[in-house]
C-alpha cells in the first residue's frame, strides 16, 4: 500500500508492531549492547532500576557527543574528568585550561557552554547538576535535547529522546514501506516514540535504541533522507572548525597577533573573519595588539 501522507494514528503502531518493534532492539541490546561505553557503566552493572549515574559526568558525555562520533569522545572524555572530576573543579579552572584540555574535539564552544554551565550550577545549584527540566534548559549550551538526556541517563527519568539513530530505528521499522513526498519529522516520530517507551526502563531502553539505530546504518540502512532533520555534515579539510581550531592551539602556546600566522594556510581576510567569530563566541580576547586565550 502507498502512502502520500500519513500520520502516525494510521501507522502501523498498533501494540502487536510496537511489541515486536520491541523485541528487535531488546534482542540486539542484549548480545550486542555497548556496555563498555564509560558514561554508561561506570561500576560495570547497574543493579537497581532507579540508580543514579553521575550527573555531571552525563552531562560533560552529552556535550562532547554534540555533533562528534563517539570513538573520538571515549579517551577526551575520560581526560576531560581527570582534569575537572566536578562541577566546582571546572567552574574554578580558567577557560584556557579546559579549552587546551578539549583541543582535538572541536566545536570548542561546547567547551564554554560546559565551562559556564559549571559555573552557574556552582553559584545557584551548590555544584550539583539539576534534574528539572527547566532548570536544565537555563544552563548555557543546554538545549532540549540535551536537558531531556541528562533527565533520562542520570536520573532514569522517563523522558522521550529523539536523536539520529533513534530516528533511523524508528524509520527503518515503521516506515520502510510508506511513500512519502516529504521528509519525516520528529513531530510524526514522537507519538509513536512515546508509545514504544512506555513501561520500558528510560534509561536502558534509550540506550538500546540508540545501540540499534546504529547498527542498522552500519549494516547499510540508508534513511537519513527521510528525516526532515538530518543535516549533512561538512568535510572538516578547509573548514571553519578546522581554521578556529589551530588558531586556537597557537594561542595555547602564548599570546599573538597572528601576523605571521604559522600553520595557517589559509588568505588572510579568512584568518580575521575566524578571529572575529572566536572573539565573539567568548573564546578569545585582544590584549595589546596580541590575541590570547580568553
Known amino acids: 500500500m502507498n502512502y502520500s501522507r500519513i500520520s502516525l494514528a494510521h501507522a502501523a503502531a498498533s501494540a502487536r508492531e510496537i511489541r515486536k518493534f520491541r523485541r528487535k532492539v531488546w534482542e540486539y541490546w542484549k548480545k550486542n549492547g555497548r556496555h563498555d561505553l564509560p558514561w554508561r557503566f561506570p561500576s ?22 554534540q555533533q562528534t562520533q563517539v570513538p573520538r569522545v571515549i579517551e577526551k572524555y575520560k581526560e576531560f574528568l581527570k582534569q575537572f572530576p566536578t562541577v566546582h573543579v571546572l567552574a574554578k579552572a580558567p577557560l ?6 578539549w583541543s582535538g574535539l572541536g566545536y570548542n564552544r561546547r567547551a564554554k557552554y560546559l565551562h559556564d554551565a559549571a559555573r552557574q550550577m556552582s553559584l545557584f545549584y551548590n555544584g550539583r547538576v539539576p534534574v528539572g527540566y527547566d532548570d536544565l534548559r537555563k544552563l548555557p549550551g ?6 531531556r538526556a541528562v533527565r533520562v541517563f542520570a536520573y532514569n527519568e522517563p523522558d522521550v529522546l529523539i536523536e539520529t ?25 514522537l507519538p509513536l516514540a512515546q508509545k514504544a517507551a512506555e513501561g520500558q526502563d528510560p534509561r536502558k531502553w534509550h540506550w538500546a535504541l540508540m545501540d540499534y539505530g546504529a547498527y542498522l546504518k552500519r549494516s547499510g540502512v540508508r534513511n537519513n533522507s527521510r528525516s526532515a532533520h538530518y543535516t549533512k555534515q561538512s568535510k572538516f579539510e578547509g573548514s571553519l572548525r578546522q581554521v578556529r581550531g589551530a588558531i586556537l592551539r597557537l594561542l595555547h602556546k602564548k599570546p599573538s597577533d597572528l601576523t605571521s600566522r604559522p600553520g595557517l594556510d589559509v588568505p588572510k581576510e579568512r584568518v580575521d573573519k575566524d578571529l572575529a567569530g572566536l572573539q565573539r563566541d567568548g573564546l578569545i580576547v585582544k590584549e595589546k595588539g596580541k590575541w590570547r586565550i580568553a
Open 165 to 189: 539513530n533513534i530516528r533511523a530505528a524508528f524509520i527503518h521499522h515503521f516506515y520502510f514501506s510508506v511513500l512519502q513526498k516529504t521528509a519525516i519529522t520528529d513531530a510524526e516520530l
Open 44 to 65: 560495570l552493572k547497574l543493579r537497581r532500576t532507579k540508580e543514579i549515574l553521575d550527573p555531571y559526568r552525563i552531562l560533560v558525555s552529552e556535550v562532547m557527543l
Open 142 to 147: 543546554v538545549g532540549d535535547y540535551t536537558a
Open 96 to 101: 584556557s585550561d579546559v579549552l587546551k584540555v
